[in-house]
């Protein structure tokens, strides 16, 4: 019994001040939900968001026990005047928490009813000059704030001291209670990360409404702006080599043939009375080295060779970016991706470009995507959601048995799944598939053991699983009756390095398949290839534009059919700017601040002004989000 005494003390101060601080989140949630009622919907009302948002409350409740339990560990050890002190420091600690977090709760609330959006860096650049903001405020408002701030966080500190009292330390001080040393910083680590999945937490855990209030509600207010001040603490663009009116001014020259162009001919047999289905195909790493009509591999994507003599294949088209978080946005947004930032991972500035999905969506079109693992993944839960995708199917929605390779479901289980729901949902349709199976650790169910085998054999032999996959899925989804009415696009997210080793700065790491297919491609049309220089997103003009619906939102999307369109390719990455001319492609160095030509002579002095000219003008565009 004695020992159980001892070893109580801990765990009863630690649950009483994580019970605190979850009282202390379900509170403002409460307020946030009630004082914007506004925004409820009729058949999406937000109180599930109180246990939804468990996952981001103890995350954020295991940095702020961080402390107070290190302060109980220190006090264990020693005599009684220092037990004393840490209780002070530890008192003094949590006050000014609740100093901080009921102001940033509290204008969270305030901040969303006029802006829509959660609390986040911009605004809190709002209270470095403080001045304008006070000036636009009521006198009865600001004292009103204050007298509730002040009300509030005196409530909350008597709270507080009611619920945890003062630290119980051990009767006897010794250093065996540093026993609890690892115990405690395991859990906080678990607690922290939000458990023991590869990823650690971020709002997509939170997030389970096609409807953003609810998900703004379920995510943590001070969690969400800390992560925005962290991933946005820089404002100032990297990539300025001209004055910003110059650079825009050669930016628009380079695009002023985009709107309101139209191919020469119609490639697309459309019904005015029946709008055909769109199916996105996003293969995760199926770069154009594994395409054989691209100069690539012989034999290894036969299917995806079959349906590009079916359909459309573009042949000089590449990826922006390098990852699936700026493909997803590059392919279904339109954005190009930039060298040093992820517009996936900064809800706001994701909020605000348009999407294939809500163009779509507003046009009657039912929304649904597929991918077969965790959304968690680059945040890419909370981008879905606000793209207003109705069905989100990720790999939670997979049995076990179904969940074959490390990172979820495999290709063939995905595609099983999406031909599934998709013969559930009102036509017409836009749905997007995400694949995951050509992706490290390569361990496509059948491979058998590859330990110790070249990267180049594993990365093979899953693109011959991931395209076998995708040869299934055609055969299945042709016995469908939405079939004969159904666009398909497939791209690939992003180019890589592999089977060949190539560097990322090289644009044939960068290239990637873009075919569209299906029934509804005319005849003349079939088998024809594009030779267009272009990107991945100008994925949105060139489909929007054959289905007859405006893509004038897409700023950064050209149409590829038309011919009017201006030929280039740009991609980047932490390195450089990367750049494709009809004359060959060139890479700037950041670093060395040099053009390197790498095949042919490359761009031409005023080609390679123009491309860092569109950079400058898209970084700016990016910060102005």
């Given at each position: 019994m004695h020992f159980l005494t001892y070893a109580y003390q801990p765990w009863r101060f630690a649950l009483r001040l994580l019970g605190f601080w979850l009282l202390f989140f379900a509170f403002f949630r409460i307020w946030f939900i009630l004082w914007l009622h506004a925004e409820w919907t009729l058949d999406q009302k937000p109180w599930t968001a109180l246990w939804?948002?468990?996952?981001?409350?103890?995350?954020?409740?295991?940095y702020l026990l961080a402390v107070p339990i290190g302060l109980w560990l220190i006090g264990s050890v020693l005599n009684v005047s220092a037990q004393q002190f840490c209780i002070r420091i530890n008192?003094?600690?949590?006050?000014?928490?609740?100093?901080?977090?009921?102001?940033?709760?509290?204008?969270?609330?305030?901040i969303y009813e006029e802006w829509h959006?959660?609390?986040?860096?911009?605004?809190?650049?709002?209270?470095?000059?403080?001045?304008?903001?006070?000036?636009?405020?009521?006198?009865?408002?600001?004292?009103g704030s204050i007298v509730a701030y002040l009300g509030l966080t005196w409530i909350w500190w008597r709270i507080y001291k009611y619920i945890i009292g003062k630290m119980i330390f051990p009767p006897a001080p010794s250093y065996l209670n540093l026993v609890w040393l690892p115990v405690f910083s395991g859990l906080l680590l678990?607690?922290?990360?939000?458990?023991?999945?590869?990823?650690?937490?971020?709002?997509?855990?939170?997030?389970?409404?096609?409807?953003?209030?609810?998900?703004?509600?379920?995510?943590?207010?001070?969690?969400?702006?800390?992560?925005?001040?962290?991933?946005?603490?820089?404002?100032?663009?990297?990539?300025?080599?001209?004055?910003?009116?110059?650079?825009?001014?050669?930016?628009?020259?380079?695009?002023?043939?985009?709107?309101p162009e139209t191919s020469d001919e119609s490639w697309l047999q459309t019904n005015p009375e029946r709008p055909p289905n769109v199916v996105f195909i996003l293969m995760e790493s199926m770069t154009a080295q594994l395409i054989e009509e691209l100069h690539g591999e012989k034999g290894i994507c036969p299917n995806l060779s079959r349906l590009a003599s079916e359909g459309i294949l573009f042949e000089r088209v590449y990826s922006s970016g390098y990852r699936t978080d700026q493909g997803l946005v590059a392919v279904l947004g339109g954005f190009p991706a930039q060298p040093d930032q992820s517009v996936v991972l900064l809800e706001d500035k994701a909020a605000k470009l348009p999407s294939v999905p809500k163009t779509l969506k507003t046009n009657g079109y039912s929304t649904a995507f597929f991918y077969g693992g965790q959304l968690t993944f680059a945040n890419i839960g909370v981008w879905l959601r606000n793209q207003q995708f109705e069905t989100v199917i990720s790999g939670d929605d997979f049995k076990k048995s179904a969940r074959t390779q490390r990172w979820g479901a495999d290709d063939k289980k995905l595609f099983e799944k999406t031909t599934d729901v998709l013969n559930t949902v009102k036509q017409p349709f836009f749905a997007t598939a995400l694949t995951l199976s050509l992706h490290t650790p390569y361990d496509v169910p059948g491979s058998g053991d590859l330990t110790g085998k070249p990267e180049r054999e594993k990365f093979l032999n899953c693109a011959v699983f991931a395209d076998a996959a995708i040869g299934q899925f055609f055969e299945q989804a042709s016995k469908q009756p939405w079939f004969d009415n159904t666009l398909f696009v497939l791209v690939a997210d992003h180019g890589h390095a592999q089977p060949n080793g190539i560097w990322m700065d090289h644009p044939r790491a960068r290239q990637v398949p873009l075919i569209i297919t299906g029934p509804l491609i005319d005849p003349a049309w079939r088998g024809r290839r594009i030779e267009k220089l272009g990107n991945h997103h100008d994925i949105p003009a060139t489909i929007l534009s054959a289905l007859g619906i405006s893509a004038d939102d897409f700023h950064w999307s050209k149409n590829l059919c038309a011919t009017e369109s201006r030929d280039f390719a740009y991609y980047s990455n932490e390195n450089g700017l990367g750049w494709i001319s009809p004359a060959g492609p060139g890479f700037f160095d950041f670093s060395k601040r040099t053009w390197q030509n790498l095949t042919g002579p490359g761009p031409d002095s005023t080609q390679q002004q123009t491309a860092k000219a569109y950079l400058q003008t898209l970084y700016n565009d990016f910060l102005g989000l």
């Open positions: 939804q948002g468990l996952p981001l409350d103890l995350s954020f409740a295991g008192h003094g600690f949590n006050l000014g928490l609740l100093i901080i977090l009921v102001f940033l709760f509290g204008a969270n609330i305030f959006t959660p609390l986040n860096n911009r605004a809190l650049e709002y209270f470095k000059t403080p001045g304008a903001m006070l000036d636009s405020m009521s006198f009865a408002f600001k004292m678990l607690t922290i990360r939000g458990g023991v999945g590869k990823m650690p937490i971020n709002e997509s855990a939170v997030y389970y409404s096609s409807y953003p209030f609810n998900n703004h509600v379920a995510t943590n207010a001070a969690w969400h702006t800390i992560h925005s001040f962290i991933e946005t603490r820089s404002t100032v663009n990297h990539y300025r080599y001209f004055d910003d009116e110059s650079a825009r001014a050669k930016t628009a020259k380079l695009l002023q043939h985009l709107k």
